[in-house]
C-alpha cells in the first residue's frame, strides 16, 4: 500500500461523539463527515487522554500525556517531538491554524514543528463580543449589594435574577451573532489553510486545523442554523440563551428548560464545521491532492449537557459525555472499516506517522495500532485519561496543582480513580452506558483489580519516565512570560 503524500489533521473543540451522524446521531450535523466516513477507518470508541484542551492536545499532537512532565506545567516542551517536527524534519511544509483558543497557542509551546503557526489570538479579522456592564464604582456598588442581599435569607436568589436581566438590558442589542462570536469561525480557519495548500502543493505537507465552532458561547453561523433547519433566534435571544446557560445560581432542573435551544446552538456549529472540511476537501480535488492524501478527523474533548448536572468541560469528572469522541481516519488506499475497541487519542500520532511510513519517535508513549486495523485485530491496550481536578484556567499556575482524576477503560469497564475524594469507581458501559450506576464495590473483583493496577502502573511511570531537562525548559518558559508580562504591567 503506497503511503499518502500529505496529512491533514483536523480537530474539532467539545465535539461529542453522540452528536455525529455516523456514530448514530439522528440531527444532520455532520452529512459531509457521514459521507467520508463510509470509506475511511471509523473509531468507535475513540477516548481523549485528557480534558480539557490542555489536557487532551498533547497527547494528539506528542503522543505525550498531560501530566508527565508534573501537574504544574501544560502545554509542549521547547525541544519535545511532535507529529509536525517529525513531519518537519522528514521534509514536510507545516502549517498549523488554530481558532483563538488560547490554550493551544504559541504561549503554551504548541507552534513548535510548524513552518506556519496561526493562533488568531491577536486578530481583527472577527470582532470581539460584547460584554456585560461592569467596572468602577458601579461594580463595587453592586458588590457590596450583592453581598447584602445573599446576608438576607429568601432575598439572595431574588438579587440574582434583578441582576442577571438588568445585565441583558443594559448593553446595546447586538447586530448579528457574528458580532458576538469569540472565536474565528471555521470558514476563516479554512480560507487560510487553502491559501498556504496552495502555496505549498508542490512538497508533501502536514496540515493541522482546529476549529472551534461548537465551543460555547453557542454563537453559530446563521447559515449553519438554516442548514440545519433549526429555529433561528435574534442575536438578541441567542446571547440571553447564552447567559442563561452560563448561570452558576440556577438548578439543574431550571436550566434543563433552555438545554434543547442550546443544544440546537451547539449542533449548528457542528454543521459549520462539517460544511467547511467538505469545502477544503472539495478544494483539494480541484487541486487534484485528495488522491494523495490521508485525512484524520477528530475532538479535543466532549461537552457536557447536564447529563451528570454538569455544563460545558470543565476537569471535575472524567464522564462519557466529556471522553468520548469521534475519529475517522482516510487513507486513500485503505478500505472502509470499524474499530469497535477503545482506542485511545495517546496512539493517534504514531498511528498517522506509521500510515505515512515513518517510524515514530522513542519519546512518543502512544505505539501505532494502524498494522492492527488494517489486518481487523482487536485493540487490547487499556486506555488512560487524566487531569488535575477544578483547573479550570491553567493561566493561574496555583490551579494547576489540584490533585488528579484518573480514568481507565478496558473493553466495556471503565474505572474511574478521584485523587481529591480518594474514591474510585467501576463502570460496566455495556449495561451503563451513561455512568449512573456504579457497579458495587464487591462487584467484579479482577477486573477491578485489573484496572487499578493499571492506574498504579501510570502513575508510577509517568513520575519514573520523567524527563527533568523538559522539565526545567518548560519552567524556564513559563518564568520568562511570567516576568514579560509583570514587565508590560509595571511599563502601563
Same mark, same amino acid.
Given at each position: 500500500?503506497p503511503?499518502?503524500?500529505?496529512?491533514?489533521?483536523?480537530?474539532?473543540?467539545?465535539?461529542?461523539?453522540?452528536?455525529?451522524?455516523?456514530?448514530?446521531?439522528? =440531527?444532520?450535523?455532520?452529512?459531509?463527515?457521514?459521507?467520508?466516513?463510509?470509506?475511511?477507518?471509523?473509531?468507535?470508541?475513540?477516548?481523549?487522554?485528557?480534558?480539557?484542551? /490542555?489536557?487532551?492536545?498533547p497527547?494528539?499532537?506528542?503522543?505525550? /500525556?498531560?501530566?508527565?512532565?508534573?501537574?504544574?506545567?501544560?502545554?509542549?516542551?521547547?525541544?519535545?517531538?511532535?507529529?509536525? +517536527?517529525?513531519?518537519?524534519?522528514?521534509?514536510?511544509?507545516?502549517?498549523?491554524?488554530?481558532?483563538?483558543?488560547?490554550?493551544?497557542?504559541?504561549?503554551?509551546?504548541?507552534? %513548535?514543528?510548524?513552518?506556519?503557526f496561526?493562533?488568531?489570538?491577536?486578530?481583527?479579522?472577527?470582532?470581539?463580543?460584547?460584554?456585560?456592564?461592569?467596572?468602577?464604582l458601579?461594580?463595587?456598588?453592586?458588590?457590596?449589594?450583592?453581598?447584602?442581599? &445573599?446576608?438576607?435569607?429568601?432575598?439572595?436568589?431574588? /438579587?440574582?435574577?434583578?441582576?442577571?436581566?438588568?445585565?441583558?438590558?443594559?448593553?446595546?442589542?447586538?447586530?448579528?451573532?457574528?458580532?458576538?462570536?469569540?472565536?474565528?469561525?471555521?470558514?476563516?480557519?479554512?480560507?487560510?489553510?487553502?491559501?498556504?495548500?496552495?502555496?505549498?502543493?508542490?512538497?508533501?505537507?502536514?496540515?493541522?486545523?482546529?476549529?472551534?465552532?461548537?465551543?460555547?458561547p453557542?454563537?453559530?453561523?446563521?447559515?449553519?442554523?438554516?442548514?440545519m433547519?433549526?429555529?433561528?433566534?435574534?442575536?438578541?435571544?441567542?446571547?440571553?440563551?447564552?447567559?442563561?446557560?452560563?448561570?452558576?445560581?440556577?438548578?439543574?432542573?431550571?436550566?434543563a428548560?433552555?438545554?434543547?435551544?442550546?443544544?440546537?446552538?451547539?449542533?449548528?456549529?457542528?454543521?459549520?464545521?462539517d460544511?467547511?472540511?467538505?469545502?477544503?476537501?472539495?478544494?483539494?480535488?480541484?487541486?487534484?491532492?485528495?488522491? =494523495?492524501?490521508?485525512?484524520?478527523?477528530?475532538?479535543?474533548?466532549?461537552?457536557?449537557?447536564?447529563e451528570?448536572?454538569? =455544563?460545558?468541560?470543565?476537569?471535575?469528572?472524567?464522564?462519557?459525555?466529556?471522553?468520548?469522541?469521534?475519529?475517522?481516519?482516510?487513507?486513500p488506499?485503505?478500505? +472502509?472499516?470499524?474499530?469497535?475497541?477503545p482506542?485511545?487519542?495517546?496512539? *493517534?500520532?504514531?498511528?498517522?506517522?506509521?500510515? *505515512?511510513?515513518?517510524?515514530?519517535?522513542?519519546?512518543?508513549?502512544?505505539?501505532?495500532?494502524?498494522?492492527?486495523?488494517?489486518?481487523?485485530?482487536?485493540?487490547?491496550?487499556?486506555?488512560?485519561?487524566?487531569?488535575?481536578?477544578?483547573?479550570?484556567?491553567?493561566? &493561574?499556575?496555583?490551579?494547576?496543582?489540584?490533585? %488528579?482524576?484518573?480514568?481507565?477503560?478496558?473493553?466495556?469497564?471503565?474505572?474511574?480513580?478521584?485523587?481529591?475524594?480518594?474514591?474510585?469507581?467501576l463502570?460496566?458501559?455495556?449495561?451503563?452506558?451513561?455512568?449512573?450506576?456504579?457497579?458495587?464495590?464487591?462487584?467484579?473483583?479482577?477486573?477491578?483489580?485489573? *484496572?487499578?493496577?493499571?492506574?498504579?502502573?501510570?502513575?508510577?511511570?509517568?513520575?519514573?519516565?520523567?524527563?527533568?531537562? %523538559?522539565?526545567?525548559?518548560?519552567?524556564?518558559?513559563?518564568? =520568562?512570560?511570567?516576568?514579560? &508580562?509583570?514587565?508590560?504591567?509595571?511599563?502601563?
Amino acid at each position: 500500500m503506497p503511503a499518502p503524500r500529505s496529512l491533514i489533521l483536523i480537530t474539532v473543540d467539545c465535539l461529542r461523539a453522540d452528536h455525529v451522524g455516523f456514530m448514530g446521531y439522528g =440531527r444532520p450535523t455532520t452529512p459531509f463527515l457521514d459521507c467520508l466516513a463510509a470509506e475511511s477507518v471509523v473509531f468507535r470508541n475513540a477516548i481523549v487522554a485528557g480534558a480539557p484542551t /490542555y489536557y487532551s492536545v498533547p497527547a494528539i499532537l506528542a503522543s505525550r /500525556y498531560a501530566l508527565a512532565f508534573g501537574r504544574d506545567l501544560i502545554g509542549i516542551a521547547p525541544d519535545e517531538n511532535t507529529i509536525a +517536527s517529525v513531519l518537519q524534519e522528514s521534509g514536510f511544509a507545516t502549517a498549523g491554524f488554530s481558532a483563538g483558543n488560547p490554550y493551544i497557542s504559541g504561549r503554551f509551546g504548541f507552534e %513548535r514543528g510548524f513552518d506556519t503557526f496561526c493562533d488568531f489570538l491577536n486578530s481583527t479579522e472577527f470582532p470581539a463580543g460584547a460584554t456585560p456592564p461592569g467596572g468602577g464604582l458601579r461594580n463595587r456598588a453592586n458588590q457590596v449589594l450583592s453581598r447584602a442581599c &445573599h446576608a438576607m435569607p429568601g432575598f439572595g436568589a431574588a /438579587y440574582d435574577e434583578l441582576y442577571f436581566q438588568y445585565c441583558q438590558n443594559a448593553v446595546d442589542r447586538p447586530i448579528s451573532l457574528d458580532v458576538l462570536r469569540r472565536f474565528p469561525a471555521a470558514n476563516v480557519i479554512v480560507d487560510h489553510a487553502m491559501t498556504w495548500v496552495k502555496e505549498n502543493s508542490g512538497s508533501p505537507f502536514f496540515l493541522w486545523l482546529h476549529l472551534m465552532d461548537p465551543h460555547a458561547p453557542y454563537f453559530p453561523k446563521r447559515e449553519a442554523l438554516e442548514l440545519m433547519g433549526s429555529a433561528t433566534p435574534s442575536p438578541s435571544e441567542a446571547r440571553y440563551l447564552n447567559a442563561y446557560w452560563n448561570r452558576n445560581d440556577l438548578s439543574a432542573a431550571r436550566l434543563a428548560k433552555k438545554r434543547a435551544q442550546i443544544i440546537e446552538l451547539y449542533d449548528a456549529g457542528i454543521r459549520w464545521a462539517d460544511q467547511q472540511i467538505r469545502r477544503l476537501t472539495e478544494a483539494l480535488v480541484e487541486m487534484n491532492l485528495w488522491s =494523495r492524501c490521508a485525512l484524520a478527523v477528530t475532538a479535543d474533548h466532549g461537552e457536557g449537557f447536564l447529563e451528570h448536572d454538569g =455544563r460545558f468541560h470543565a476537569p471535575i469528572k472524567l464522564t462519557e459525555e466529556l471522553l468520548h469522541v469521534p475519529l475517522l481516519i482516510r487513507h486513500p488506499e485503505q478500505t +472502509s472499516r470499524s474499530v469497535s475497541s477503545p482506542f485511545g487519542l495517546i496512539d *493517534l500520532a504514531p498511528t498517522l506517522l506509521d500510515m *505515512l511510513d515513518l517510524p515514530a519517535p522513542a519519546d512518543f508513549r502512544g505505539r501505532s495500532c494502524w498494522s492492527a486495523v488494517r489486518k481487523n485485530q482487536p485493540l487490547a491496550r487499556p486506555v488512560i485519561t487524566e487531569c488535575v481536578y477544578g483547573c479550570s484556567n491553567p493561566f &493561574h499556575r496555583d490551579k494547576r496543582l489540584g490533585p %488528579r482524576i484518573l480514568a481507565v477503560r478496558k473493553g466495556n469497564y471503565k474505572l474511574v480513580v478521584d485523587f481529591s475524594s480518594r474514591n474510585d469507581q467501576l463502570f460496566d458501559l455495556e449495561s451503563d452506558p451513561i455512568e449512573k450506576a456504579p457497579l458495587p464495590p464487591a462487584a467484579c473483583n479482577q477486573i477491578r483489580r485489573q *484496572l487499578l493496577d493499571c492506574a498504579r502502573k501510570h502513575v508510577a511511570e509517568s513520575h519514573k519516565a520523567r524527563d527533568f531537562d %523538559r522539565r526545567q525548559a518548560m519552567q524556564l518558559h513559563d518564568l =520568562r512570560l511570567e516576568w514579560a &508580562h509583570s514587565a508590560a504591567n509595571i511599563a502601563n
